[in-house]
C-alpha cells in the first residue's frame, strides 16, 4: 500500500484524493490545507489538518494548490529528503525546493467541482529526479488511471500550453457559438451535435485531415458574407484572424 | 411513403440517400449528378441519371450540392410548381428560383467520406414557403432523426456562422495542439481525453459557465511565460487575441 499525503483541497486535489481513496493500492493517510474551512467538503472518514508542522510519514507528498503557491508550500515543508511531488502543468519541477526528492503528477484534465470524472482515462504526465522515485511514481498512477507518460519540465510547458488551445479557447468558441445563437433566438441545443461530432473526429485522424469549412476552401464570398453578419468586433477580429490561419496552412486548396 | 430525388452526389446527399433509404417512410426514386463518374460510389441499387430531363415525378426534390452551385441547379430543373429544397446553411430560400415551391433541409452536421455517422442525432433545420410543406419537410425529417428545428433563412446564416466557429475554428484549434506536441515529441494522445471532456461538459453546462484557463482569471504570469514558449508567430496572435477575448468576458475573475 502506497501511503500519500494530499497538500491542497481544491478541485484536483478532491478528485485525486477521491480516486487514490478508491484503489486498493494507495491510501491517502492525511489531507492538508492551509485554512481549516478548506478541508470541509472532504469525506468526513479522511484525515485531515491545517497544521503542516504536524504532516504524518509518507511515501509521496502531493502537492496540489494553485500554479503560483506551489514553489512557496514546497519550500514550507518542514522535512527534507522525501517524495515531494506537484500536479501543475506549467511549474517546472526546478522552482521546488531542493530538500526534498522532486517530481511532478500531472493529470492532464479539466476539474470541475461539481462534475465526476472517470480518472482511468486520463493521462497522467510523470516526472522524476531519479529511477526509483519515477517507479514509485509510475504505481501510483497505474492504480488510478491505464494512461501514464513520461514527460519533461519542458515537454510538460508546451503541453499546458498545447492544452490553452484545445480546451480553455475552444471552449471560448463554443461561447462565441452560444451568443450568436442566443442572439438569433436559436436554441444552442442545435450546435451540441456537431460540437460532439468535431471532438470525436480527431480520434480516428488527424486534425489536419478533418479541416472542413470556408477558410479551407478559401472561400472568400461566403467569409465575406459571414463578417458581414458578425455583429461583435470581437467575433470579426477572431473570425478574420483564424480563417487567415486555416488558408495559410492549406493555401486554400482541399487536401 | 415520401417519393425523394436527390440532386448531387457528394458527402451530404450520400449521406441522404443512406439514411433515406433505410426509413420505411421515405424512398430516394432517382438521384441525379451532371457526372456519372460523381454516381458510381452510390449504392448500385439506387436509380441514377445525369440527364436532368429525365427526372421522375417526385414528392420532394432535393438539391445536395456546393453552396454556389444550388441556385443555379434550380434554375435548369426542367419543371416548375414542385417542392424543391435545398441543403445549404448559408443559401437564402429567396436565391432558388421561384417557379418551384421553395424549402430548406439542411442537416447541422459536418460530414466527411468516410465516416459513418448517427442520422438519428442530427438536428434538421426545416424552411419552406407554406405550411403544407413545411409538414410534409417535418415528415421526412422525423424519418430519418429525432431532432427538427424551424429555422428560418435569416436565422440559418446565423446558425452556419456559429457552426464555423464551434467546428472549423475548433478542428483548427486541435491542430495547433497536435503542432505544439509534434514539434515536442509528445503524443496528441495525451491531449484527447482533454478534447473530449471539453466538448462533453456543455451538454450539462453554459460554455461561459465552464471557462478555464489563465485568461479566465486575468493570471499575467502564466500568459507571458506561454507567449515566450509559443514559436509559430500565428499562434502567438491567437494566443493574444483569444486571451483577451476571454479577459474581457470575464472581467479577469472567476464566475
Redesign the interface.
Known sequence: MIRIVLLGAGNVATHLIKAFSASSETEIIMAYNRSKTGLKHLDSTLKTTSDIDTLPEADCYIIAVP??AVAKLSHSLPFSGKLVVHTSG?VNLQETDAKNRRGVFYP???F?KN?E?DFS???I?LEAEDETDYNLLKKMASAISV?Q?Q?DS??R???H??????????????????Q??A??????????????????????A???E???????RN?K??ME??LE??TLP??K???T??SQ??I??YGGKEL
Not at 163 to 178: D, I
Open positions: 500554479d503560483d506549467s492532464l484534465q479539466t470541475s462534475r470524472v482515462e486520463i493521462p504526465c494512461k507518460y514527460i519542458a515537454q510547458k508546451q503541453l500550453l498545447a492544452a490553452v488551445f484545445v480546451c480553455n479557447f475552444v471552449n471560448y468558441l463554443y461561447h462565441t457559438g452560444y450568436i445563437t442572439e438569433n433566438n436559436i436554441s444552442f441545443d442545435i450546435l451540441k451535435p456537431l460540437i460532439q461530432e468535431t471532438a470525436s473526429k480527431i480520434e480516428k488527424t486534425p489536419a478533418m479541416q472542413t469549412g470556408p477558410a479551407k472561400d464570398k461566403t458574407k459571414h453578419a458578425l470581437e467575433h477580429e477572431i473570425y484572424l483564424l490561419a486555416i495559410n496552412t
